[in-house]
């Protein structure tokens, strides 16, 4: 029983310090319309998708990030890429991308494939984490 009260204890302790990473995702499959999907979320922040096309056969995407309170809002963005099939694609080698935004202020994401097989995307949104030193 000590034993059983010792883990749990250790679970808790462990939790209490792990990072929230919930957020939202704009997702567009191939020929089809972008949904907003949220994942457990409380973070105060919308995605819009303003324009979808191809560049010189890259798709391009541009994405409205807004923030839907009135103090600022420190995130991060990462977009993923999926063939005509909705198989994840490799990523085009950035990590996550740091934006803030003012309350109630909107900016755009711009993002281009990273080859010509990606005809679907998802944004994904989430407060920046913070590296413990």
Same mark, same amino acid.
């Given at each position: 029983?000590?034993?059983?009260?010792?883990?749990?204890?250790?679970?808790?302790?462990?939790?209490?310090?792990?990072?929230?990473?919930?957020?939202?995702?704009? +997702?567009?499959?191939?020929?089809?319309?972008?949904?907003?999907?949220?994942?457990?979320?409380?973070?105060?922040?919308?995605?819009?998708?303003?324009?979808?096309?191809?560049?010189?056969?890259?798709?391009?995407?541009?994405?409205?990030?807004?923030?839907?309170?009135?103090?600022?809002?420190?995130?991060? +963005?990462?977009?993923?890429? +999926?063939?005509?099939?909705?198989?994840?694609?490799?990523?085009?080698?950035?990590?996550?991308?740091?934006?803030?935004?003012?309350?109630?202020?909107?900016?755009?994401?711009?993002?281009?494939?990273?080859?010509?097989?990606?005809?679907?995307?998802?944004?994904?949104?989430?407060?920046?984490?913070?590296?413990?030193?």
């Amino acid at each position: 029983m000590k034993a059983y009260g010792a883990a749990l204890g250790l679970m808790l302790l462990l939790s209490a310090c792990s990072t929230n990473t919930s957020g939202v995702a704009l +997702y567009a499959p191939a020929g089809g319309a972008a949904t907003l999907e949220t994942h457990n979320s409380s973070l105060d922040a919308t995605l819009t998708e303003q324009s979808r096309r191809q560049q010189n056969g890259l798709l391009q995407v541009n994405v409205i990030l807004a923030n839907t309170q009135s103090g600022d809002n420190h995130l991060q +963005y990462l977009f993923y890429w +999926y063939d005509g099939s909705g198989q994840e694609l490799a990523s085009d080698g950035r990590g996550w991308t740091p934006i803030k935004l003012h309350g109630y202020q909107s900016r755009t994401l711009s993002a281009l494939a990273p080859n010509e097989s990606a005809q679907g995307y998802r944004v994904y949104v989430r407060e920046v984490i913070e590296e413990s030193n």
